[in-house]
């Protein structure tokens, strides 16, 4: 995703974080900016698989609730179906005996169903970790959603917590010990999907681009902005 250097932020930023951190506002305005961008980086990678899934002939659905997802997985087709978030309402838990206290629904980020019926559920981290108590909330979440899955008649199905930007396991920041068993590479969870449903290559490519914009916007935001001021 491209830095927006331009944006003017709701919020006054002498009363930003940033700006007690460097008492700078010019520095608080691009700390706080790229910071932004980061976080959109991850709803990017998630648009960009379901771009690429399209690309490549996968009957992709957005946005799908828990009677889309049984009707497509009772259906005698036998393709790959992607779901490109999918909802799963405090009343379907309820049927299958599975608690939800505080909302309405769980959302998921992305769930396919492979051409044999198993079921792969996936959330994406655009990095190599993230925190452990937002961690451990999600594993909680996704356990829930195999159970409402077993109790849909789905027998095959497993949970994974995608590193995106993360080679090797062994060297991801994820501390909770919970959560490991779920985390997987990016070439991990693409090997689980029938050749050809992603092209990682592509979808790197494309933010490698965005990669290059973004230093350049960043280096002339100094030079202009704030050398000047130093």
Same mark, same amino acid.
């Given at each position: 995703?491209?830095?927006?250097?331009?944006?003017?932020?709701?919020?006054?930023?002498?009363?930003?974080?940033?700006?007690?951190?460097?008492?700078?506002?010019?520095?608080?305005?691009?700390?706080?900016?790229?910071?932004?961008?980061?976080?959109?980086?991850?709803?990017?990678?998630?648009?960009? %698989?379901?771009?690429?899934?399209?690309?490549?002939?996968v009957?992709?659905?957005?946005?799908?609730?828990?009677?889309?997802? %049984?009707s497509?997985?009772?259906?005698?087709?036998?393709?790959?179906?992607?779901?490109?978030?999918?909802?799963?309402?405090k009343?379907?838990?309820?049927?299958?005996?599975?608690?939800?206290?505080?909302?309405?629904r769980?959302?998921?980020?992305?769930?396919?169903i492979?051409?044999?019926?198993?079921?792969?559920v996936?959330?994406?981290?655009?990095?190599?970790?993230?925190?452990?108590?937002?961690?451990?909330?999600?594993?909680?979440?996704?356990?829930?959603?195999?159970?409402?899955?077993?109790?849909?008649?789905?027998?095959?199905?497993?949970?994974?917590?995608?590193?995106?930007?993360?080679?090797d396991?062994?060297?991801?920041?994820?501390?909770?010990?919970?959560?490991?068993?779920?985390?997987?590479?990016?070439?991990?969870?693409?090997?689980?999907?029938?050749?050809?449903?992603?092209?990682?290559?592509?979808?790197?490519?494309?933010?490698?681009?965005?990669?290059?914009?973004?230093?350049?916007?960043?280096?002339?935001?100094?030079?202009?902005?704030?050398?000047? %001021?130093?």
């Amino acid at each position: 995703m491209i830095i927006n250097l331009n944006k003017s932020d709701k919020a006054p930023i002498g009363h930003s974080g940033y700006y007690r951190l460097t008492g700078c506002e010019k520095l608080a305005y691009l700390f706080r900016r790229v910071q932004a961008t980061v976080i959109s980086n991850g709803s990017e990678l998630e648009r960009m %698989i379901c771009g690429s899934a399209i690309q490549s002939g996968v009957k992709v659905l957005q946005g799908g609730q828990s009677e889309d997802f %049984i009707s497509h997985f009772r259906s005698t087709e036998s393709c790959l179906v992607y779901f490109d978030k999918l909802h799963i309402s405090k009343s379907a838990l309820a049927e299958a005996g599975v608690p939800l206290a505080s909302k309405n629904r769980i959302s998921v980020d992305g769930v396919w169903i492979l051409p044999d019926k198993s079921v792969l559920v996936c959330e994406y981290k655009d990095g190599d970790g993230f925190d452990t108590k937002k961690s451990d909330a999600e594993i909680k979440s996704l356990q829930k959603i195999l159970k409402w899955l077993d109790f849909s008649g789905v027998k095959s199905r497993r949970a994974i917590m995608v590193l995106w930007n993360c080679d090797d396991l062994k060297e991801s920041s994820v501390k909770s010990r919970e959560a490991r068993k779920y985390l997987a590479t990016a070439q991990d969870f693409i090997d689980l999907l029938p050749l050809g449903s992603l092209n990682r290559q592509e979808i790197n490519e494309e933010r490698y681009l965005h990669r290059i914009q973004n230093k350049r916007l960043i280096v002339e935001y100094i030079q202009e902005q704030i050398l000047e %001021i130093l």
